[in-house]
């Protein structure tokens, strides 16, 4: 093999795993970005987010029927872990659903750079947007904060 073969097929595979890398990147900050778009759906429709949680519990308790059906499981093992599981539920339904559509905003606006993506412009535009939205909703609340701490 000629040492110019070895170079260009260096080079070949060198530009094929940054292509590569970049299009991981940009596909992580579209779902990064769809994800907040979800929880930012859920803010407006709150309802939408109680049913995708009351789905979850219901799988969950299916399973914890399953296993206590096949003798893996004790009633009494049974109640415990439903009652976390009715417990988790109930948390990430009261949950700000603002707070977790900046983060998730925040997270495809700045781990998944660079190479720049319209999913990380977007995200940007929609973290001061998202940012102002919970803001207000932690006035409402009457719930103190320092700007740093919403970082």
């Given at each position: 093999?000629?040492?110019?073969?070895?170079?260009?097929t260096?080079?070949?595979?060198l530009?094929?795993?940054?292509?590569?890398?970049?299009?991981?990147?940009?596909l992580?900050?579209?779902?990064?970005y769809?994800?907040?778009?979800?929880?930012?759906?859920?803010?407006?429709?709150?309802?939408?987010?109680k049913a995708?949680?009351?789905?979850?519990?219901?799988?969950?308790?299916?399973?914890?029927?399953a296993?206590?059906?096949?003798?893996?499981?004790?009633?009494?093992?049974?109640?415990?872990?439903l009652?976390?599981?009715?417990f988790?539920?109930?948390?990430?339904?009261?949950?700000?659903?603002?707070?977790?559509?900046?983060?998730?905003?925040?997270?495809?606006?700045?781990?998944?750079?660079?190479?720049?993506?319209?999913?990380?412009?977007?995200?940007?535009?929609?973290?001061?947007?998202?940012?102002?939205?919970?803001?207000?909703?932690?006035?409402?609340?009457?719930?103190?904060y320092?700007?740093?701490?919403?970082?």
């Amino acid at each position: 093999m000629s040492w110019r073969r070895v170079l260009l097929t260096a080079a070949g595979l060198l530009a094929f795993v940054y292509a590569a890398a970049c299009a991981d990147v940009v596909l992580r900050a579209r779902s990064a970005y769809l994800e907040g778009e979800k929880w930012l759906a859920w803010d407006a429709h709150p309802e939408l987010k109680k049913a995708h949680f009351d789905a979850v519990l219901a799988e969950r308790r299916k399973t914890f029927e399953a296993e206590r059906a096949a003798g893996r499981l004790s009633a009494d093992e049974f109640v415990k872990k439903l009652g976390l599981a009715t417990f988790e539920r109930d948390q990430a339904v009261s949950e700000s659903s603002l707070k977790y559509a900046y983060v998730w905003f925040q997270t495809a606006a700045e781990l998944f750079t660079p190479p720049e993506s319209r999913w990380t412009a977007r995200a940007r535009e929609k973290m001061k947007t998202t940012r102002e939205l919970w803001k207000r909703e932690l006035d409402a609340g009457k719930i103190p904060y320092k700007d740093y701490m919403l970082e």
